[in-house]
């Protein structure tokens, strides 16, 4: 009989997302939590509460280098608790069911692909914008099975120094971490702003949407830090302009919700930086499945493997 359903799983550095996912690519139910520490048993834990007979195999997205032959991950800068955890063969020795492992922006852009804003489109690039700055990649309607780390693209070839140990990356200025980081340093040293009263002085509690509302309030440097990482943001959208030519590029994750300043900066940017007839034939929008992209895109992959997704 053809099981109605497969489990999602979206490890990223700040939150963890399990669900159930029907074949039509609707989320049944969903869990959604922080990033635990005990990252193995929380996930067995949680994974348990949706499986029965109904579940055809579960799909794990997760940040950062992935080795599908192995099952695991072996390079992820911004949740190091993750390397080399084995934790495809503990869900498949647990709930005997197929796992199969995916880059977590990978399956965000599939999710697109096959239920969001990238439906019937030919070639996209997603960019994943949270913690860090991730990417994804459909090509001739297929999700490109590459590293697609568009986040450690240098786009400063003397700037700091990231955690996967290039210089210069674009989530270095680009990424919730960058503008925060940059938030809390500007506080620190005295400069004038609303965002002291929205955290009480813990500078450390700022959240981007913090940042986002203060700049719609007209906030100085609110503005300044969102502009800046939108700049960032559109050097590294021009250049995969430049590289891919694709149909559309779609912007997912917590800042794509910062369009206003944050987008329409690097929108601006990147009209200045990507060849002009490139440039006019692409279209620059927002996911539509936001924050579910990944859960709905790991599930699809399921669905994929056994003939029942694009």
């Known amino acids: 009989m053809e099981k109605k359903y497969a489990i999602g799983i979206d490890l990223g550095g700040t939150n963890l997302r399990i669900a159930l996912v029907s074949r039509y690519g609707a989320i049944v139910q969903k869990i959604k939590e922080p990033t635990p520490a005990g990252l193995l048993e929380a996930i067995l834990e949680k994974t348990g509460k949706f499986c029965c007979e109904d579940v055809a195999g579960i799909g794990f997205g997760v940040a950062g280098l992935i080795s599908k032959e192995e099952g695991k991950v072996f390079l992820s800068p911004n949740l190091h608790t993750v390397e080399n955890l084995e934790i495809v063969r503990a869900l498949e020795e647990k709930f005997r069911i197929p796992v199969l492992i995916e880059n977590d922006a990978n399956v965000a852009a599939f999710g697109e692909f096959w239920a969001g804003a990238g439906k019937g489109l030919g070639n996209f690039v997603l960019f994943t914008l949270g913690t ?45 971490r960058a503008i925060l980081s940059r938030a809390s340093s500007a506080l620190e040293a005295d400069r004038e702003s609303i965002l002291r009263e929205y955290c009480g002085g813990n500078f450390y509690k700022l959240t981007t949407e913090d940042v986002y509302r203060a700049a719609l309030d007209g906030d100085n440097l609110a503005r300044e830090l969102l502009k800046n990482a939108g700049r960032s943001l559109g050097i590294g959208i021009a250049n995969m302009i430049n590289l891919m030519s694709p149909q559309a590029v779609i912007l997912a994750g917590g800042l794509a919700g910062a369009w206003d300043i944050y987008v329409q900066e690097a929108i601006k940017e990147a009209s200045k930086r990507a060849f002009r007839d490139l440039f006019d034939r692409v279209r620059i929008m927002p996911s539509d499945l936001k924050d579910d992209a990944g859960i709905i895109g790991a599930a699809g992959l399921v669905f994929r493997s056994l003939g029942r997704a694009p």
């Open 132 to 176: 860090g700055i991730g990417g994804g990649m459909v090509y001739d309607k297929k999700l490109l099975s590459v590293a697609a780390e568009i986040g450690h693209m240098s786009i400063h070839a003397d700037g700091e120094k990231c955690s996967c140990g290039n210089y210069g990356c674009l989530e270095l200025y680009a990424s919730v």
